[in-house]
Protein backbone atom coordinates (compact mmCIF):
# COMPACT_ATOMS: atom_id res chain seq x y z
CA UNK A 1 0.00 0.00 0.00
CA UNK A 2 1.76 3.05 -1.34
CA UNK A 3 1.77 5.79 1.42
CA UNK A 4 1.82 9.65 0.49
CA UNK A 5 4.36 10.56 -2.79
CA UNK A 6 6.25 13.01 -3.68
CA UNK A 7 8.08 14.67 -6.28
CA UNK A 8 10.88 15.79 -6.88
CA UNK A 9 12.80 15.32 -3.57
CA UNK A 10 15.32 17.61 -3.90
CA UNK A 11 15.01 20.91 -5.93
CA UNK A 12 17.45 23.95 -6.48
CA UNK A 13 15.67 27.27 -7.73
CA UNK A 14 16.99 30.76 -8.49
CA UNK A 15 15.25 33.45 -6.95
CA UNK A 16 12.67 34.90 -8.82
CA UNK A 17 12.33 31.73 -10.52
CA UNK A 18 8.95 29.71 -10.11
CA UNK A 19 8.43 25.90 -8.89
CA UNK A 20 5.81 23.03 -8.85
CA UNK A 21 6.10 20.46 -6.56
CA UNK A 22 3.75 17.46 -6.62
CA UNK A 23 1.82 14.77 -4.65
CA UNK A 24 -0.15 11.84 -5.04
CA UNK A 25 -2.06 10.98 -1.72
CA UNK A 26 -2.63 7.60 0.47
CA UNK A 27 -4.62 4.93 -1.41
CA UNK A 28 -8.13 5.74 0.23
CA UNK A 29 -7.29 9.42 0.70
CA UNK A 30 -9.06 12.21 -0.75
CA UNK A 31 -7.56 15.64 1.21
CA UNK A 32 -4.14 17.30 0.43
CA UNK A 33 -2.79 19.42 2.78
CA UNK A 34 0.47 20.95 2.09
CA UNK A 35 2.90 22.40 4.93
CA UNK A 36 6.26 24.25 4.90
CA UNK A 37 9.08 23.15 7.29
CA UNK A 38 11.82 25.61 7.34
CA UNK A 39 15.25 23.92 8.93
CA UNK A 40 15.06 23.39 12.88
CA UNK A 41 11.02 24.41 12.60
CA UNK A 42 7.80 22.84 13.41
CA UNK A 43 6.09 22.53 10.07
CA UNK A 44 3.62 25.69 9.30
CA UNK A 45 -0.07 25.41 7.26
CA UNK A 46 -0.39 27.02 3.82
CA UNK A 47 -3.82 25.31 2.52
CA UNK A 48 -5.52 22.35 2.18
CA UNK A 49 -7.60 21.26 -1.04
CA UNK A 50 -10.75 19.00 -1.26
CA UNK A 51 -13.23 18.07 -3.67
CA UNK A 52 -10.60 20.38 -6.13
CA UNK A 53 -10.94 23.35 -3.63
CA UNK A 54 -8.66 25.16 -1.70
CA UNK A 55 -10.62 24.66 1.59
CA UNK A 56 -8.48 26.69 4.05
CA UNK A 57 -5.23 29.25 3.29
CA UNK A 58 -2.82 29.64 6.45
CA UNK A 59 -0.84 32.55 6.75
CA UNK A 60 1.06 32.29 3.69
CA UNK A 61 1.08 35.10 0.66
CA UNK A 62 -0.66 34.56 -2.75
CA UNK A 63 2.97 33.53 -4.14
CA UNK A 64 1.92 30.09 -3.11
CA UNK A 65 -0.72 28.20 -5.12
CA UNK A 66 -2.24 25.01 -5.52
CA UNK A 67 -4.22 22.59 -7.35
CA UNK A 68 -6.14 19.02 -6.73
CA UNK A 69 -6.80 17.13 -9.59
CA UNK A 70 -9.63 14.38 -9.90
CA UNK A 71 -7.57 11.46 -9.07
CA UNK A 72 -7.37 13.65 -5.52
CA UNK A 73 -3.52 14.46 -6.11
CA UNK A 74 -2.07 17.75 -5.95
CA UNK A 75 0.41 20.16 -7.02
CA UNK A 76 1.89 23.27 -5.32
CA UNK A 77 3.04 25.97 -6.90
CA UNK A 78 5.65 28.96 -5.57
CA UNK A 79 6.27 32.00 -7.79
CA UNK A 80 8.40 34.48 -7.58
CA UNK A 81 10.67 32.48 -5.52
CA UNK A 82 12.18 34.58 -2.75
CA UNK A 83 15.67 33.04 -0.21
CA UNK A 84 13.03 32.53 2.54
CA UNK A 85 11.09 30.18 0.54
CA UNK A 86 13.80 28.05 1.14
CA UNK A 87 12.52 24.43 3.29
CA UNK A 88 11.14 21.33 3.52
CA UNK A 89 7.80 21.00 1.84
CA UNK A 90 5.72 18.44 3.18
CA UNK A 91 2.20 16.82 1.70
CA UNK A 92 -0.18 15.33 3.92
CA UNK A 93 -3.46 13.31 2.98
CA UNK A 94 -6.43 12.59 4.78
CA UNK A 95 -9.53 10.64 4.41
CA UNK A 96 -12.20 13.87 4.58
CA UNK A 97 -11.12 17.04 5.47
CA UNK A 98 -10.57 16.05 8.88
CA UNK A 99 -9.33 12.70 8.75
CA UNK A 100 -5.69 12.03 10.08
CA UNK A 101 -2.91 13.03 8.39
CA UNK A 102 -0.06 10.82 6.79
CA UNK A 103 2.85 12.74 5.76
CA UNK A 104 5.23 12.35 2.85
CA UNK A 105 8.27 12.47 2.73
CA UNK A 106 8.57 15.98 1.33
CA UNK A 107 10.37 17.79 -1.42
CA UNK A 108 13.47 20.12 -0.02
CA UNK A 109 13.86 23.18 -2.09
CA UNK A 110 16.62 25.50 -1.97
CA UNK A 111 16.61 28.80 -3.32
CA UNK A 112 19.81 30.38 -4.10
CA UNK B 1 4.44 35.17 21.40
CA UNK B 2 3.52 31.54 19.22
CA UNK B 3 0.92 29.68 19.68
CA UNK B 4 2.66 26.35 20.29
CA UNK B 5 5.90 26.95 22.57
CA UNK B 6 7.99 23.58 22.76
CA UNK B 7 11.64 22.80 24.70
CA UNK B 8 14.25 22.92 21.81
CA UNK B 9 16.21 20.89 23.26
CA UNK B 10 18.80 18.82 21.98
CA UNK B 11 18.37 16.38 24.57
CA UNK B 12 20.72 13.37 24.56
CA UNK B 13 20.13 10.61 26.58
CA UNK B 14 21.22 6.63 27.25
CA UNK B 15 19.44 3.88 26.76
CA UNK B 16 16.59 2.91 29.02
CA UNK B 17 16.30 6.43 29.94
CA UNK B 18 12.74 8.27 30.70
CA UNK B 19 12.48 10.72 28.47
CA UNK B 20 9.81 13.90 28.86
CA UNK B 21 9.40 16.23 26.32
CA UNK B 22 7.04 19.03 26.60
CA UNK B 23 4.98 21.49 24.86
CA UNK B 24 2.86 24.50 26.32
CA UNK B 25 0.15 26.63 24.48
CA UNK B 26 -1.58 29.86 24.71
CA UNK B 27 -4.95 29.05 22.10
CA UNK B 28 -7.92 27.44 24.96
CA UNK B 29 -9.58 26.97 21.83
CA UNK B 30 -6.91 24.16 20.84
CA UNK B 31 -8.58 20.50 21.73
CA UNK B 32 -7.03 17.92 19.49
CA UNK B 33 -3.42 17.03 20.71
CA UNK B 34 -0.70 15.02 19.07
CA UNK B 35 3.03 13.76 19.15
CA UNK B 36 4.47 13.36 15.57
CA UNK B 37 8.18 11.84 15.81
CA UNK B 38 10.05 12.77 12.63
CA UNK B 39 12.76 10.99 11.45
CA UNK B 40 15.47 12.93 9.28
CA UNK B 41 14.99 13.37 5.84
CA UNK B 42 11.55 11.75 6.67
CA UNK B 43 8.18 13.29 6.95
CA UNK B 44 6.27 13.35 10.64
CA UNK B 45 4.53 10.38 11.80
CA UNK B 46 1.88 10.21 14.13
CA UNK B 47 2.72 8.77 17.38
CA UNK B 48 0.07 10.13 19.68
CA UNK B 49 -3.62 11.49 19.37
CA UNK B 50 -5.67 12.81 22.10
CA UNK B 51 -8.43 15.02 22.77
CA UNK B 52 -8.79 15.15 26.55
CA UNK B 53 -7.38 15.95 29.82
CA UNK B 54 -5.56 13.11 31.59
CA UNK B 55 -2.93 10.35 30.33
CA UNK B 56 -3.25 8.02 27.54
CA UNK B 57 -0.89 5.11 27.14
CA UNK B 58 0.77 2.82 24.17
CA UNK B 59 2.99 0.96 24.55
CA UNK B 60 6.30 2.93 26.09
CA UNK B 61 4.85 6.20 25.07
CA UNK B 62 2.40 8.02 27.24
CA UNK B 63 0.81 11.30 26.55
CA UNK B 64 -0.14 13.76 28.96
CA UNK B 65 -2.43 16.49 28.34
CA UNK B 66 -3.59 19.61 30.97
CA UNK B 67 -5.72 21.83 29.61
CA UNK B 68 -6.07 24.07 32.72
CA UNK B 69 -2.38 24.30 32.60
CA UNK B 70 -2.14 24.56 28.48
CA UNK B 71 0.24 22.23 28.94
CA UNK B 72 1.29 18.68 27.13
CA UNK B 73 3.75 16.16 27.75
CA UNK B 74 5.03 13.31 26.33
CA UNK B 75 6.95 10.28 28.38
CA UNK B 76 9.24 7.50 26.42
CA UNK B 77 10.10 4.60 29.00
CA UNK B 78 12.87 2.54 28.35
CA UNK B 79 14.12 4.66 25.23
CA UNK B 80 16.07 2.93 22.42
CA UNK B 81 18.92 3.79 20.34
CA UNK B 82 15.53 3.87 16.80
CA UNK B 83 13.63 6.55 19.28
CA UNK B 84 16.42 8.85 18.43
CA UNK B 85 14.18 11.66 16.14
CA UNK B 86 12.84 14.90 16.35
CA UNK B 87 9.47 14.82 18.10
CA UNK B 88 6.92 17.74 17.10
CA UNK B 89 4.02 18.35 19.55
CA UNK B 90 0.91 19.67 17.05
CA UNK B 91 -2.79 20.71 17.97
CA UNK B 92 -5.77 21.70 16.39
CA UNK B 93 -9.11 23.15 16.87
CA UNK B 94 -12.40 21.28 16.44
CA UNK B 95 -13.38 21.74 13.07
CA UNK B 96 -15.82 20.06 10.90
CA UNK B 97 -13.84 21.30 7.95
CA UNK B 98 -10.46 21.78 7.42
CA UNK B 99 -8.13 20.54 10.14
CA UNK B 100 -5.29 22.77 10.42
CA UNK B 101 -2.46 21.83 12.52
CA UNK B 102 -0.27 24.18 14.96
CA UNK B 103 3.29 22.60 15.54
CA UNK B 104 5.82 23.14 18.27
CA UNK B 105 9.47 23.93 16.99
CA UNK B 106 10.11 19.98 17.72
CA UNK B 107 13.00 18.50 20.41
CA UNK B 108 15.56 16.43 19.01
CA UNK B 109 16.09 13.39 20.71
CA UNK B 110 19.32 11.19 20.73
CA UNK B 111 19.29 8.36 22.58
CA UNK B 112 23.05 6.23 23.45
CA UNK B 113 23.44 2.96 23.06
Known amino acids: DAGVTQSPTHLIKTRGQQVTLRCSPKSGHDTVSWYQQALGQGPQFIFQYYEEEERQRGNFPDRFSGHQFPNYSSELNVNALLLGDSALYLCASSLGQAGGYTFGSGTRLTVV | QKEVEQDPGPLSVPEGAIVSLNCTYSNSAFQYFMWYRQYSRKGPELLMYTYSSGNKEDGRFTAQVDKSSKYISLFIRDSQPSDSATYLC?????????????FGSGTQLTVLP
Open chain 2, 90 to 102: AMSVPSGSARQLT
